[in-house]
């Protein structure tokens, strides 16, 4: 095939139409395939455009395969069937054909567990990256292959090419000076006193600020800022008061002697953390990730969550990983 030569075909259209073939039946081959009747002919019919001849003779129950649809499903098979070992190739050898793994991963995280996921890392890949606070990074980035992974909170949810494997959901905490001696039932009783509120450039951020707004509170603006270590010290110094997460108090655990981590009453509100990979890519090797993140999510950090926030209880979630 030479240069800017186009196919008639591509394999999804060829692995339905061999199904079809297969089962006799349009209906049964995109069974087999997980697709619905009209998806399934769609893409038969497109293919029989493509080609410029009809494949199947609709006159016939069960369907048949014209001459030249005989033809395309016997050497459509062989063609499907070097496309799965390839694919299986490409997979197997994929932690070797990566120059090296670029994960992007939430301050909250570098932070606490940089260090022992590195020493993991380590022993299964010999070259990475760790990039600590994806933030500004982009979806174009992403499907440019300029990161590989990234560990992150609302990342990429409406790209296509992205899979999600979840990872932690903890619930938000109230964020009060340990020298305001007071009781807070609701939110409303911080009525007046300055919020030190998470930038809306952060997920956290636009995530309480839309909770606030459907509960129609509104406190005085006057510190905002991307960083819990920044939120921590400005509540530690008595400044306000703020709307942040276990984890994210923990990042910051050198300013919590001056902070009282509290239940946010009246607010039912969960922070989750994704791991995102692109689909069909690096083999198991997004999913082996994933798996040395809940064992240090398990071991190290669920203890020291539980004890920064004794009352998180259920609403502290590490979701499993299956393992190969």
């Known amino acids: 095939m030479t240069i800017g030569q186009r196919l008639a075909f591509d394999l ?50 069960p369907v ?5 649809g005989r033809l395309l499903a016997e050497r459509g098979q062989e063609l499907l069937r070097q496309a799965h070992e390839l694919d299986t190739a490409v997979r197997l050898n994929a932690r070797d054909a990566i120059p090296a793994l670029r994960i992007a991963m ?19 890949f010999p070259r990475y990256a760790l990039i600590a ?8 980035q992403f499907n440019a292959r300029q990161i590989d992974m990234i560990v992150g909170v609302d990342f990429l949810q409406e790209v296509e090419t992205a899979m999600a494997i979840p990872l932690l959901a903890e619930p938000f905490a109230l964020a009060l000076p340990a020298e305001w001696d007071m009781e807070v039932g609701k939110l409303s009783d911080l009525t007046g006193r300055s ?3 998470y930038t809306l450039r952060t997920s956290t951020g636009r995530q309480v600020e839309q909770a606030l707004s459907r509960l129609r509170l509104d406190f ?42 509290l239940p946010v009453p009246g607010l039912s509100l969960r922070r989750r953390v994704d791991l995102y990979a692109r689909k069909g890519e690096l083999g198991a090797i997004p999913q082996e990730i994933a798996a040395i993140l809940h064992t240090l999510i398990q071991d190290k950090l669920v203890p020291e969550l539980r004890e920064v926030a004794p009352w998180i209880g259920d609403g502290l979630r590490v979701f499993p990983q299956p393992r190969g």
């Open 106 to 124: 939430i301050d909250s995280l570098s932070t606490t567990l940089g260090p022992d996921f590195i020493r993991e890392l380590r022993k299964s």
């Open 133 to 140: 606070n994806p933030r500004e990074l982009s979806e174009q």
């Open 220 to 261: 005085p603006r006057e510190v905002e800022s991307d960083t819990a270590e920044t939120v921590l010290t400005m509540v530690a110094a008595g400044l306000g008061w703020a709307i942040t997460t276990p984890l994210m108090a923990l990042q910051a655990r050198s300013r919590l002697a001056g902070v009282r981590l």
């Open 195 to 197: 919020m030190i509120r």
């Open 64 to 68: 048949r395969a014209t001459m030249a």
């Open 12 to 61: 999804r259209q060829l692995a339905v139409f061999c199904a079809v073939v297969e089962t006799g039946s349009m209906t049964r081959g995109a069974r087999q395939l997980g697709l619905t009747q009209s998806a399934a002919s769609q893409l038969v019919a497109a293919l029989e455009k493509a080609m410029g001849v009809p494949l199947i003779d609709r006159d016939i129950r």
